[in-house]
C-alpha cells in the first residue's frame, strides 16, 4: 500500500485541492482528483527520502482551524488600521523569532503561516535555521510579537512533526 501511496496525507490534499480549483463536486472530479493526487507523489517520491512523520492529524486540523481563525481576525484588524490608524501613529517593526523547530518542513509551515496572516509577513530564515526575521505592519510591542508566534504556531508545530 505504501508503494501506491507514498503520501496518504498529500493524496488527499491534493485532491481536495483540486475539488476546491474546480469548483465542481461531481464523481469525476474527485476520481481525476485522486488521480492527480495519487500520480504526483508517486512521481515526487524519489525527492522526499525523509518524509516527515505527523503525530496526530486530529493536531493538523487544528491547527489549520487555528490559522483560518488568525487570519480573519488579522483581516479585520488589518482593516482597521488601514482605514482608522494615521499612518504617524503605525509602529511597523522587524521582529527576529528565535526558532526551536529542527524539521524543514515544520519550519517550511511556521514561514507560510507567518506570511499568510495578514500584517506579518516571512522575510528571511537564517542561515543555520535558528530564527526567521518577520516584518509586522503594526507592532507596538515588538517582543510580544515574536512570543505570540512562538507560542501560538511553533509550539503547535512541534506537537505535530516532533
Known amino acids: 500500500m505504501r508503494r501506491l501511496f507514498p503520501h496518504p496525507y498529500l493524496t488527499l490534499l491534493l485532491t481536495a485541492v483540486w475539488v ?12 481525476f482528483g485522486l488521480i ?44 482597521m488600521i488601514v482605514l482608522f490608524k494615521p499612518n504617524r501613529a503605525l509602529r511597523p517593526a522587524w521582529v527576529t523569532v528565535p526558532v526551536d523547530l529542527r524539521s524543514p518542513e515544520a519550519i517550511t509551515v511556521l514561514a507560510g503561516t507567518i506570511t499568510m496572516t495578514p500584517g506579518t509577513v516571512s522575510a528571511e530564515l537564517a542561515a543555520d535555521g535558528r530564527s526567521i526575521l518577520v516584518h509586522a505592519l503594526h507592532a507596538p510591542d515588538p517582543s510580544g510579537v515574536a ?16
Do not use: C, H, Q
Not at 66 to 79: E, G, Q, S
Open 36 to 79: 492527480l493526487g495519487t500520480l504526483i507523489p508517486l512521481a515526487t517520491a524519489a525527492y522526499w527520502p525523509d518524509r516527515p512523520r505527523l503525530r496526530s492529524p486530529f493536531r493538523v486540523a487544528a491547527y489549520v482551524l487555528l490559522v483560518i481563525w488568525d487570519i480573519l481576525v488579522a483581516n479585520v484588524a488589518v482593516a
Open 20 to 31: 476546491m480549483l474546480t469548483n465542481v463536486l461531481s464523481a469525476g472530479v474527485v476520481v
Open 147 to 162: 512570543a505570540d508566534i512562538k507560542t501560538r504556531y511553533e509550539r503547535r508545530l512541534k506537537e505535530i512533526f516532533e
